[in-house]
């Protein structure tokens, strides 16, 4: 009865494309956007991608040049080449955006992440959690008898693992940063 | 003139820097200290609308008709809510104008103050730029880098909010020479290999056609010179989208028409059917699509466009030319002359002939009546009676808008203003008074529905107290046409709210309102009566009783290719597919 109740990804007929865009081939890419540290300018960036539909995967900002007041944006977002090729273009032509970089394409970059994670263990699940801290290179900056926090940098996949091996060793929370991320070389 | 001078000063003076004559506003308790330097001064006009919307549609109508930006200024709150449906549609269409809010003083933001809304956080998304300014140091700056970001690269509305202590405040004034304008500064000049590979690809085109769009009004008079001369040295068809009506002359030679979903046949086939695609200042917006997948299966396309997120947004294209439609058309022309102006004329002329074919289908005829005005007569009448005059038009949104397009000629740049991209019902009966403003002693008229013009129709009050002779021309049908129209193709004939009971007595309205009404339900009397509203010197309401259940034909059905077009009634059973149906 319902003819207008239309599946996703049946209407290849359509003037929009209304297809699934998951069925489609989608790559995650970091990019890094220069802007003018102005009141506003992260709502900016953020209604961009939610007013146009695109992915933030992580977003993180910080002001990198005080005098200039410019801060840099490092954005991982995921969607079909089409769609990112858009999204560089639609950031680009934002007043207050000086330059988008695609690391992804653009040659070898560093990605890096910091975590906090605590951890409420004791016993023999205490020496396992220190253990596995030293693995990661993790530096514990709090500690109670019951308890750790571990600070861990390093890629978004590192400090997955690492959380994932603390679920059974009585993780109870986990704050990151998102990814900052730089090009490799001059 | 640098010194020191309170912000409500600066704005005026800035204003008056920037070269404004005219200012469309309406005050409010957070603009009060502007108006009041308003009030002290004679160089720059301030025209009181009715409703803050007017004041941007009118803003709109003085910039398209101009190429100047227009300038609006508002209160806070309310003011700048109703200022938003004005600044989507100058987003959608690419229109320079400089919206000025008030805001509650600097103190009181966020304290929920009466009369206080976020006005950047609400306008973010339907502007190119806004700016809170907290500083009156810092405002006259601001002032000349929001005129800058609204005409440089994609013109587009921006929006300056200004607290009242800040107008009250003194400050440094900073004249535009010496004002800082950013690092905002978009590429002009197209790539020069890439302009040599869209020649290339210009001389091997056997089945040519050009599609140009209000990029080429946007970019100025001499970009619509270019395309002509290329159109003529070519010899290639060219059409156009709504917004880039009037560019190349409707009484040209290789004029086909608009193209898109009421678009002419011959304009529509031939972007299915042509080898090379020139898009010159357009999109490949929905409407002029179709199905995507079907669109121009066979042709490699040019597109020429100064905003790099409109290449490969809707239709991947094999050559992307970012920059000035004005610059690029310039080098386009040079590098093809200096490469010995060479086209594959016979193949074109070959393409002319399939051209006349689709021409010769008359897809705009229409079945007349002696009884009842068909809008398209009416249309037809108007474009005969004002042809050759100094004229302007404006529409609202709908069936009337199309009729329009379809049956107006328009020869030049900047004489028709219509609301593309947003489709804005109401924004015509303000628009022409921002277009009689910018042009005392033309001929404008707006091409109105009966239902769209009640939106916005408070505006007769100012058209009335600014004396602008404005001709409101409307096509009455009784019936939201669009929207019955595509009931009955769609939703089974079942006209859900698409008619208006108890509309109002036009002419006794335009009476009310100090105007001059004109009623005609008759064929026989419509040229007299078209030339009773021409020949007064005043603001008229010609209230056109039109039929009631006429279709606006020729159509691309919703999520249809060109090539499937309906040329009239007799086409349209079962045309939408469940497909097309969601679509608008």
Redesign the interface.
Same mark, same amino acid.
């Given at each position: 009865m319902n003819a207008l109740a239309i599946k996703k990804g049946s209407s290849r007929k359509s003037a929009y494309d209304l297809r699934n865009p998951l069925d489609e081939h989608q790559e995650t890419h970091t990019l890094t956007v220069l802007v003018d540290n102005e009141a506003g300018v992260l709502a900016r960036v953020i209604g961009l991608f939610s007013g146009r539909g695109y992915n933030i995967d992580s977003l993180t900002v910080a002001e990198v040049d005080h005098q200039g007041h410019r801060s840099r944006i490092t954005i991982v977002t995921t969607g079909t080449p089409a769609v990112i090729e858009q999204i560089k273009h639609q950031l680009e032509r934002m007043v207050p955006v000086y330059s988008v970089n695609d690391l992804t394409v653009e040659g070898p970059s560093v990605e890096r992440e910091l975590a906090l994670v605590k951890v409420n263990c004791t016993g023999e699940k205490r020496v396992e959690a220190m253990r596995t801290g030293e693995v990661f290179r993790a530096n514990v900056v709090d500690s109670t008898l019951e308890s750790f926090v571990f600070e861990l940098t390093g890629g978004p996949e590192k400090i997955d693992a690492f959380v994932a091996l603390m679920v059974p060793l009585g993780l109870v929370e986990v704050s990151r940063t998102g990814v900052a991320a730089i090009a490799r070389g001059v | 003139m640098a010194g020191k001078m309170t912000g409500a000063q600066m704005v005026v003076q800035a204003l008056k820097d920037q070269g404004v004559d005219t200012v469309f506003g309406y005050p409010g308790g957070a603009v009060l200290p502007i108006y009041d330097e308003i009030f002290q001064q004679n160089e720059i006009r301030h025209i009181l609308v009715r409703h803050e919307q007017g004041a941007t549609h009118a803003a709109e109508g003085y910039a398209r008709s101009t190429g100047k930006p227009g300038v609006v200024l508002v209160t806070s709150g309310p003011g700048a809510t109703n200022a938003v449906t004005g600044m989507t549609d100058a987003l959608m269409d690419s229109i320079p104008i400089i919206v000025l809010t008030g805001q509650v003083p600097t103190f009181m933001i966020g304290n929920d103050a009466f009369q206080e809304a976020d006005t %950047?956080?609400i306008t973010? +998304?339907c502007t $190119? #730029?806004n700016w !809170?300014v907290k500083d009156t140091d810092r405002l006259a700056e601001t002032i000349h880098q929001a005129f800058h970001?609204a005409t440089h690269? /994609?013109p587009g509305p921006v929006l300056v909010d200004i607290p009242k202590d800040v107008q009250f405040a003194t400050g440094r004034y900073v004249a535009p020479a010496k004002a800082s304008t &950013? #690092?905002?500064n +978009?590429q002009v000049k197209g790539d020069i290999d890439a302009i040599t590979a869209a020649v290339e690809a210009l001389e091997n085109a056997e089945r040519p056609v050009i599609y140009s769009g209000g990029g080429v009004v946007n970019s100025g008079p001499a970009a619509s010179q270019l395309l002509r001369e290329l159109v003529s040295a070519t010899n290639f068809p060219v059409t156009s989208t709504l917004m880039g009506l009037g560019c190349y002359p409707a009484s040209g030679a290789n004029w086909l028409g608009m193209l898109g979903m009421h678009g002419t046949y011959e304009a529509n086939w031939a972007m299915h059917d042509c080898d090379y695609m020139l898009c010159i200042g357009a999109r490949f917006d *929905?409407r002029i699509?179709? /199905? %995507? *997948?079907a669109f121009s299966p066979q042709s490699v396309k040019v597109h020429i466009d100064i *905003? +790099? @997120?409109s290449?490969? $947004?809707n239709i #991947?294209v094999d050559i992307p030319i970012v920059g000035d439609i004005g610059h690029v058309l310039e080098d386009l022309l040079r590098v093809w002359k200096a490469r010995g102006r060479k086209t594959r004329s016979e193949a074109v002329a070959k393409w002319w002939a399939k051209i006349e074919e689709w021409r010769a289908v008359k897809s705009l005829s229409y079945v007349n009546s002696d009884s009842t005005i068909k809008p398209q007569y009416a249309l037809q009448r108007l474009e005969a009676l004002t042809k050759g005059r100094d004229r302007y038009i404006t529409t609202e949104v709908g069936q009337h808008q199309m009729w329009a397009a379809q049956f107006l000629g328009f020869e030049d740049p900047n004489r028709w203003m219509t609301s593309g991209g947003l489709g804005t019902m109401g924004y015509g009966m303000p628009a022409s008074i921002g277009v009689q403003v910018a042009h005392p002693d033309a001929l404008v008229i707006n091409v109105a529905g009966e239902a769209s013009w009640l939106m916005n129709m408070q505006e007769m009050g100012t058209a009335v107290q600014y004396r602008l002779p404005v001709k409101q021309f409307i096509v009455n049908n009784e019936r939201l046409g669009m929207v019955r129209q595509w009931q009955e193709l769609l939703h089974g004939e079942r006209y859900s709210h698409s008619w208006s009971e108890s509309l109002p007595d036009f002419v006794k309205l335009a009476e009310a309102f100090g105007a001059k009404g004109i009623l005609c339900d008759n064929p026989a009397d419509l040229d007299d009566a078209i030339q009773e509203m021409l020949d007064y010197d005043g603001p008229v309401i010609f209230d056109c009783v039109v039929e009631k259940h006429e279709n606006c034909f020729p159509m691309i059905p @919703? &999520?249809k290719a060109h090539n499937e077009m309906l040329l009239g009634s007799a086409s349209t059973k079962g045309a939408i *597919?469940? &497909? &097309?149906? %969601? !679509?608008v």
């Amino acid at each position: 009865m319902n003819a207008l109740a239309i599946k996703k990804g049946s209407s290849r007929k359509s003037a929009y494309d209304l297809r699934n865009p998951l069925d489609e081939h989608q790559e995650t890419h970091t990019l890094t956007v220069l802007v003018d540290n102005e009141a506003g300018v992260l709502a900016r960036v953020i209604g961009l991608f939610s007013g146009r539909g695109y992915n933030i995967d992580s977003l993180t900002v910080a002001e990198v040049d005080h005098q200039g007041h410019r801060s840099r944006i490092t954005i991982v977002t995921t969607g079909t080449p089409a769609v990112i090729e858009q999204i560089k273009h639609q950031l680009e032509r934002m007043v207050p955006v000086y330059s988008v970089n695609d690391l992804t394409v653009e040659g070898p970059s560093v990605e890096r992440e910091l975590a906090l994670v605590k951890v409420n263990c004791t016993g023999e699940k205490r020496v396992e959690a220190m253990r596995t801290g030293e693995v990661f290179r993790a530096n514990v900056v709090d500690s109670t008898l019951e308890s750790f926090v571990f600070e861990l940098t390093g890629g978004p996949e590192k400090i997955d693992a690492f959380v994932a091996l603390m679920v059974p060793l009585g993780l109870v929370e986990v704050s990151r940063t998102g990814v900052a991320a730089i090009a490799r070389g001059v | 003139m640098a010194g020191k001078m309170t912000g409500a000063q600066m704005v005026v003076q800035a204003l008056k820097d920037q070269g404004v004559d005219t200012v469309f506003g309406y005050p409010g308790g957070a603009v009060l200290p502007i108006y009041d330097e308003i009030f002290q001064q004679n160089e720059i006009r301030h025209i009181l609308v009715r409703h803050e919307q007017g004041a941007t549609h009118a803003a709109e109508g003085y910039a398209r008709s101009t190429g100047k930006p227009g300038v609006v200024l508002v209160t806070s709150g309310p003011g700048a809510t109703n200022a938003v449906t004005g600044m989507t549609d100058a987003l959608m269409d690419s229109i320079p104008i400089i919206v000025l809010t008030g805001q509650v003083p600097t103190f009181m933001i966020g304290n929920d103050a009466f009369q206080e809304a976020d006005t %950047v956080g609400i306008t973010r +998304p339907c502007t $190119k #730029h806004n700016w !809170l300014v907290k500083d009156t140091d810092r405002l006259a700056e601001t002032i000349h880098q929001a005129f800058h970001v609204a005409t440089h690269g /994609r013109p587009g509305p921006v929006l300056v909010d200004i607290p009242k202590d800040v107008q009250f405040a003194t400050g440094r004034y900073v004249a535009p020479a010496k004002a800082s304008t &950013g #690092h905002y500064n +978009p590429q002009v000049k197209g790539d020069i290999d890439a302009i040599t590979a869209a020649v290339e690809a210009l001389e091997n085109a056997e089945r040519p056609v050009i599609y140009s769009g209000g990029g080429v009004v946007n970019s100025g008079p001499a970009a619509s010179q270019l395309l002509r001369e290329l159109v003529s040295a070519t010899n290639f068809p060219v059409t156009s989208t709504l917004m880039g009506l009037g560019c190349y002359p409707a009484s040209g030679a290789n004029w086909l028409g608009m193209l898109g979903m009421h678009g002419t046949y011959e304009a529509n086939w031939a972007m299915h059917d042509c080898d090379y695609m020139l898009c010159i200042g357009a999109r490949f917006d *929905d409407r002029i699509t179709g /199905r %995507v *997948d079907a669109f121009s299966p066979q042709s490699v396309k040019v597109h020429i466009d100064i *905003d +790099p @997120s409109s290449i490969n $947004k809707n239709i #991947h294209v094999d050559i992307p030319i970012v920059g000035d439609i004005g610059h690029v058309l310039e080098d386009l022309l040079r590098v093809w002359k200096a490469r010995g102006r060479k086209t594959r004329s016979e193949a074109v002329a070959k393409w002319w002939a399939k051209i006349e074919e689709w021409r010769a289908v008359k897809s705009l005829s229409y079945v007349n009546s002696d009884s009842t005005i068909k809008p398209q007569y009416a249309l037809q009448r108007l474009e005969a009676l004002t042809k050759g005059r100094d004229r302007y038009i404006t529409t609202e949104v709908g069936q009337h808008q199309m009729w329009a397009a379809q049956f107006l000629g328009f020869e030049d740049p900047n004489r028709w203003m219509t609301s593309g991209g947003l489709g804005t019902m109401g924004y015509g009966m303000p628009a022409s008074i921002g277009v009689q403003v910018a042009h005392p002693d033309a001929l404008v008229i707006n091409v109105a529905g009966e239902a769209s013009w009640l939106m916005n129709m408070q505006e007769m009050g100012t058209a009335v107290q600014y004396r602008l002779p404005v001709k409101q021309f409307i096509v009455n049908n009784e019936r939201l046409g669009m929207v019955r129209q595509w009931q009955e193709l769609l939703h089974g004939e079942r006209y859900s709210h698409s008619w208006s009971e108890s509309l109002p007595d036009f002419v006794k309205l335009a009476e009310a309102f100090g105007a001059k009404g004109i009623l005609c339900d008759n064929p026989a009397d419509l040229d007299d009566a078209i030339q009773e509203m021409l020949d007064y010197d005043g603001p008229v309401i010609f209230d056109c009783v039109v039929e009631k259940h006429e279709n606006c034909f020729p159509m691309i059905p @919703s &999520g249809k290719a060109h090539n499937e077009m309906l040329l009239g009634s007799a086409s349209t059973k079962g045309a939408i *597919d469940v &497909g &097309g149906a %969601v !679509l608008v």
